[in-house]
């Protein structure tokens, strides 16, 4: 028994050799260049327009193959390139199988191997309107290559992005319909690949040519501010600004999960890691319409250290808008943006309950609804902002409502004069790329109210008091607390020529009326104002000074200006005109009464009866106190 084996293992190990010399003999004497029309012509059933340049020769060992030089290719659902060096190859195996069996069927292609060298790639775009992709000096080596979704490997290399190098290690099962070049179905498992510092693991499914795909896809920490300069030499759209902190977006991580249908519908679910704040980002897109919609949400984001940083100058910040018109690059179609965020941190404050409903169509953002609760009071405003022209514009619409003064003026202005609560309707529009441009472009009203405000710069009924002596009003108190508590202020405003205008401001202290009128250059920070002040009575208020008849029911303006500024100077002072003109009436109503009073005797038995004298004393004492 074991001598019919062992005759039955040599016969059958002859008849290989035999066979494999004789297909040898065959393609030695075949030259493959003749082939290259039937190669051709084969390509081009299948979608694949190629350019055989160079050379084509046989390849023997390890496996029976074909060297391909210079090959130029294009396909229009799939890529498009050069290729200095193709080398496609089967095992003697598959090969001795295919020679014995009944031949090929036109829906089997046998397992082999393929080797890329020193190739140029244009990725045909999988998405609509994303960004073209070109992989330079592209090397890929597949093996145990299949069309009939058995599993093989793949690895690759590749530079994109200006000099970027990808490398990509990962397990393909891929399915093509042999008749009309369709991928009927790819699975990659097992894809780890890496860029600049970072790395992606995961594995998804995708059908009728990428049409469909289901799987999840993962990153590690990486520098994604290091990524996008990269990124940014290539596209110079992608930048961003310098920022306030220099660790911001270098330790970025997400994790995503997709189902997609490119004909329908399709969801997309992501965990974003930014420098450990964590965003939860959910997406929806209807194909059929191209409509996209987002929901971002998050417990708590700390925005300061990602703001634009106070070093940079006008023209690095001159594209104020251009960060806005990434998404609109990218995104084409309606989209809709819902964001809500449990605390927001800025540099010097905090806002809460945060919601924003944001629409996006043709370069054109609609801002629905804008709700936060920050300094004390709420916040509400809609708007519009356009920047298909060269020049962006936008209109806002806004409300604020108990907005503590006190701690709004200490985070954005680092001043801490005006208490109060704030309630304010706004109307305003501007247009421009920077903030100078911007500030000079407002243009709008709107309505104002401030709850119990205070000022602590000026105590105006002791201002009132010191101007009222000029014209022999009674003694008032020797001294007096710091700044002023006024009523209620209500009031209206305008904004134009880079300026905030008010017109008709109206509160009281005391027995004081107080009806205001001003202005504030923006980019200055500098403010003028005239305050026209009435006192209703004859004292300022129960402890104030007494006022002269001629003062009561009277009013008198006091003309103020200084910058907004901390630290900045204020000086409030009577207008210098009616001053002149009450007190040129004052002198000459004291010195007629002087002039008939009866001559009084000093300590020292001397009359004294100068009135011009007594008159002037009796001015400086009073402005003196």
Excluded at 79 to 100: D, F, M, Q, Y
Excluded at 210 to 216: D, L
Excluded at 497 to 503: A, I, R, V
Aim: with cysteine.
């Amino acid at each position: 028994m074991g001598k019919v084996v062992k005759w039955l293992l040599k016969t059958v190990a002859s008849l290989l050799v035999i066979a494999l010399i004789a297909m040898s003999y065959l393609l030695i004497a075949m030259d493959p260049n003749d082939l290259k029309p039937e190669i051709k012509a084969a390509a081009a059933s299948q979608g694949l327009e190629l350019s055989l340049k160079g050379n084509l020769s046989w390849q023997f060992l390890p496996q029976i193959g074909v060297v391909v030089e210079k090959v130029e290719f294009a396909h229009r659902t799939v890529a498009s390139g050069k290729i200095e060096e193709l080398r496609l190859s089967v095992s003697w195996t598959e090969l001795l199988i295919i020679g014995l069996s009944s031949g090929l069927s036109s829906d089997q292609v046998p397992a082999g191997s393929i080797a890329i060298s020193n190739a140029t790639i244009l990725l045909a775009e999988l998405v609509p309107n994303t960004f073209p992709i070109q992989l330079k000096r592209f090397n890929a080596n597949v093996n145990n290559f299949s069309l009939s979704g058995d599993r093989f490997s793949v690895e690759a290399s590749a530079q994109v992005f200006s000099g970027l190098t990808l490398d990509l290690d990962a397990a393909l099962a891929l399915q093509i319909d042999t008749n009309t070049g369709v991928i009927e179905n790819l699975t990659v498992s097992d894809l780890e690949a890496s860029v600049d510092g970072m790395e992606l693991r995961g594995q998804f499914v995708t059908g009728n040519n990428f049409a469909t795909a289901q799987g999840s896809l993962s990153s590690n920490r990486f520098d994604l501010k290091h990524l996008v300069k990269t990124i940014g030499m290539s596209f110079p759209l992608v930048k961003l600004p310098n920022m306030a902190s220099k660790e911001a977006l270098t330790a970025v991580s997400w994790n995503s999960s997709f189902n997609t249908d490119m004909n329908g519908f399709s969801t997309f679910n992501t965990q974003l890691d930014i420098d450990s704040q964590v965003l939860t980002i959910a997406s929806k897109v209807d194909h059929s319409i191209n409509n996209l919609y987002m929901r971002v949400s998050g417990e708590q984001f700390d925005i300061s250290g990602y703001l634009a940083a106070e070093s940079n100058s006008r023209e690095k910040n001159g594209a104020l808008f251009a960060p806005l018109a990434v998404p609109f690059a990218l995104w084409l179609g309606r989209s809709q943006m819902e964001l809500t965020l449990a605390k927001l941190k800025l540099p010097d404050a905090e806002a809460s309950n945060i919601y924003v409903n944001l629409f996006g169509n043709q370069k054109v953002m609609r801002l629905s609804s804008f709700n936060s609760d920050i300094f004390g009071g709420q916040v509400n405003a809609t708007g519009r902002l356009d920047i298909r022209s060269i020049t962006p514009s936008f209109d806002l619409q806004t409300s604020l409502s108990h907005i503590d003064l006190e701690e709004a003026l200490q985070a954005m202005a680092d001043s801490d004069d005006i208490t109060g609560l704030l309630s304010l309707e706004a109307s305003i529009q501007s247009a421009g790329n920077n903030s100078d441009d911007i500030i000079q472009e407002l243009r709008g009203r709107g309505e104002i109210s401030i709850v119990d405000p205070a000022y602590a710069a000026i105590n105006a009924e002791e201002m009132f008091c010191n101007a009222a002596a000029l014209f022999g009003s009674g003694d008032s108190r020797d001294s007096w607390s710091q700044g002023t508590q006024f009523e209620t202020l209500t009031g209206s405003y305008q904004l134009g020529e880079g300026k905030l205008s008010f017109n008709d401001l109206k509160t009281s202290t005391g027995n004081l009326a107080i009806a205001a009128r001003g202005s504030v250059k923006l980019a200055q920070q500098r403010f003028s104002l005239v305050a026209d002040t009435r006192v209703n009575g004859s004292t300022t208020s129960a402890s104030g000074c007494s006022v002269n008849k001629r003062l009561q029911n009277r009013s008198l303006p006091f003309v103020c200006s200084g910058s907004i500024e901390q630290g900045g100077k204020t000086s409030c002072k009577p207008d210098d005109k009616l001053i002149k003109d009450l007190l040129k009436g004052s002198v000459y109503e004291q010195l007629g009464e002087q002039l008939f009073a009866t001559p009084v005797t000093t300590d020292g038995g001397e009359k004294q009866t100068d009135p011009l004298k007594r008159l002037f004393k009796g001015i400086i004492e009073k402005n003196l106190r």
